[in-house]
Nanobody, 121 residues
Framework: VQLQASGGGLVQAGGSLRLSCAAS????????MGWFRQAPGKEREFVSL???????LYADSVKGRFTISRDSAQNTVYLQMNSLKAEDTAIYYC????????????????WGQGTLVTVSS
């Protein structure tokens, strides 16, 4: 079972990036898929999640700027990030859980390797 995150990079403040998380090894259709991030010197924090029926949750810090979506046929989850700020700089991780809707990373059993997003001011 693997989650492969991609799409990170260097972008100027105000710019956009789209992260992708491709799942393989099993079908995550009924799983809650989440995005987390960890900035240098900080703990990992919740960014967004999407349920298998398409309900979404966002951290207050990204609400209105980030959009999560999923393509169940492709077993892929996306995070569209707009109006990026320097404080969005972090390693972004995708994760999956079948233990319900959760903002805590403790509930996620499957993790991708992370993709680095750097926003220059």
């Amino acid at each position: 079972v693997q989650l492969q995150a991609s799409g990170g990079g260097l972008v100027q403040a105000g710019g956009s990036l789209r992260l992708s998380c491709a799942a393989s090894g099993r079908t995550f259709t009924t799983f809650v898929m989440g995005w987390f991030r960890q900035a240098p010197g900080k703990e990992r924090e919740f960014v967004s999640l999407i349920t298998y029926v398409g309900d979404t949750l966002y951290a207050d810090s990204v609400k209105g700027r980030f959009t999560i979506s999923r393509d169940s046929a492709q077993n892929t989850v996306y995070l569209q990030m707009n109006s990026l700020k320097a404080e969005d700089t972090a390693i972004y991780y995708c994760a999956a859980t079948n233990r319900g809707i959760a903002r805590s990373d403790n509930y996620y059993d499957y993790w991708g390797q992370g993709t680095l997003v750097t926003v220059s001011s």
